[in-house]
């Protein structure tokens, strides 16, 4: 489902996408033409609240 949710996220503009799937944050990290920051939890909140 998170594969899905993050091509809605890709598509429809939003500034995060948050996961807990590790193997989704690899993959998605490594497309370059996502404007879409991928995150996990600990990541986003980090880069929130900094």
Do not use: G, R
Not at 10 to 30: G, M, V
């Amino acid at each position: 489902m998170d594969a899905l949710h993050l091509a809605c996220a890709i598509n429809y503009p939003t500034d995060y996408f948050c996961t807990t799937d590790d193997n989704l944050l690899k993959k998605a990290k490594n497309i370059e033409v996502i404007k879409t920051k991928i995150a996990s939890p600990l990541e986003l909140l980090i880069e929130v609240f900094k």
